[in-house]
């Protein structure tokens, strides 16, 4: 497959810092099953050479870093469209999983399940352009346990509410006021700025960062819950993942029209 083809560009450099740069303008860097797949052989790839720092970017000035999960690829109904086994999900646990940090470098809007990409990456830094719009609402989609707790980890209760309640996108500033970003620089220093941080981090013990990060994973995902607890979840994301309002909420994305709900 040609370069021009792939939804990802892949590059490595100094042999210990990989770059992913997303590649599927045509469809605002949308995260089909197949670029999720290619991003996820290209970790894998990354950890058994060696690397030991991932950059996650779109193009240089890109308006759009990522619309977020392909909606295309969306179940129409009856079936969880965030549910373990999700090409995203998969993809997510791959960044957490990965023996060293993984930056997501973010110019331009964030959309959806791209925001959640952002947030579970271990540093996100971002330029005056870069803004995150939490969108399950918008499509009906009852976002999952597992996204939530990023959410709420990153950001806190309260800010993780008013982005999935409202669907309104946070601006640079205030993502970095609030820890969505790292940092906030100017978007000619981006790269530079990105760059240098990885090659810090490159030049540190990649075992001991490798062990840190398994246990912040562990130690912010571990949440005791009750089985009742769990199965009232798992009912509760059921009953909306097979509403109207979910099946109509696609439909009408792909129809390129305003959704009718009807909060059934
Ligand atoms: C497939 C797309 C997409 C797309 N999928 O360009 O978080 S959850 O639970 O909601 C989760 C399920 C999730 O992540 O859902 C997706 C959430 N994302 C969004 O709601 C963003 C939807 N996209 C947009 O609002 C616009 O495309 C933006 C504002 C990103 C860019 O607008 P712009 O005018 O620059 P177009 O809308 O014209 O899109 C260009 C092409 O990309 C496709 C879109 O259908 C169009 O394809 P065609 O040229 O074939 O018509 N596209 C955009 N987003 N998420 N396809």
């Given at each position: 497959?040609?370069?021009?083809?792939?939804?990802?560009?892949?590059?490595?450099?100094?042999?210990?810092?990989?770059?992913?740069?997303?590649?599927?303008?045509?469809?605002?860097?949308?995260?089909?099953?197949?670029?999720?797949?290619?991003?996820?052989?290209?970790?894998?790839?990354?950890r058994?050479?060696?690397?030991?720092?991932?950059?996650?970017?779109?193009?240089?000035?890109?308006?759009?870093?990522?619309?977020?999960?392909?909606?295309?690829?969306?179940?129409?109904?009856?079936?969880d469209?965030?549910g373990?086994?999700?090409?995203?999900?998969?993809?997510?646990?791959?960044?957490?999983?990965?023996?060293?940090?993984?930056?997501?470098?973010?110019?331009?809007?964030?959309?959806?399940?791209?925001?959640?990409?952002a947030?579970t990456?271990?540093?996100?830094?971002?330029?005056?352009?870069?803004?995150?719009?939490?969108?399950?609402?918008?499509?009906?989609?009852?976002?999952?346990?597992?996204g939530?707790?990023?959410?709420?980890?990153?950001?806190?209760?309260?800010?993780?509410?008013?982005?999935?309640?409202?669907?309104?996108?946070?601006?640079a500033?205030?993502?970095?006021?609030?820890?969505?970003?790292?940092h906030?620089?100017?978007?000619?220093?981006?790269?530079?700025?990105?760059?240098?941080?990885?090659?810090?981090?490159?030049?540190?013990?990649?075992?001991?960062?490798?062990?840190i990060?398994?246990?912040?994973?562990?130690?912010?995902?571990?949440?005791?819950?009750?089985?009742?607890?769990?199965?009232?979840?798992?009912?509760?994301?059921?009953?909306?993942?097979?509403?109207?309002?979910y099946?109509?909420?696609?439909?009408?994305?792909?129809?390129?029209?305003?959704?009718?709900?009807?909060?059934?």
């Amino acid at each position: 497959m040609s370069d021009e083809d792939r939804c990802i560009l892949v590059e490595t450099l100094d042999q210990r810092i990989g770059m992913i740069t997303f590649n599927r303008s045509a469809k605002r860097n949308a995260l089909s099953k197949a670029f999720l797949e290619d991003v996820r052989a290209t970790l894998e790839g990354f950890r058994q050479s060696g690397v030991r720092v991932v950059i996650l970017r779109a193009a240089s000035a890109a308006r759009v870093w990522s619309a977020g999960h392909d909606v295309a690829d969306l179940p129409r109904g009856h079936v969880d469209p965030l549910g373990y086994d999700d090409p995203l999900e998969m993809t997510l646990r791959a960044v957490q999983r990965f023996p060293g940090p993984v930056i997501a470098m973010v110019t331009g809007a964030v959309w959806g399940g791209a925001c959640d990409l952002a947030m579970t990456c271990d540093i996100a830094i971002g330029d005056p352009t870069s803004s995150f719009c939490m969108t399950p609402a918008r499509l009906g989609v009852p976002y999952n346990a597992s996204g939530l707790i990023h959410f709420i980890g990153r950001v806190g209760l309260n800010i993780a509410k008013e982005m999935f309640f409202t669907a309104s996108p946070i601006d640079a500033q205030r993502a970095a006021n609030l820890g969505l970003l790292n940092h906030l620089v100017e978007a000619d220093e981006l790269e530079s700025f990105t760059l240098a941080m990885a090659r810090q981090i490159a030049s540190l013990s990649g075992a001991a960062i490798e062990v840190i990060k398994e246990q912040f994973r562990v130690l912010t995902m571990t949440r005791p819950l009750p089985v009742e607890t769990f199965e009232r979840i798992h009912a509760l994301r059921a009953k909306v993942y097979n509403s109207h309002d979910y099946s109509e909420a696609i439909q009408a994305f792909l129809e390129k029209r305003p959704p009718r709900f009807t909060g059934n």
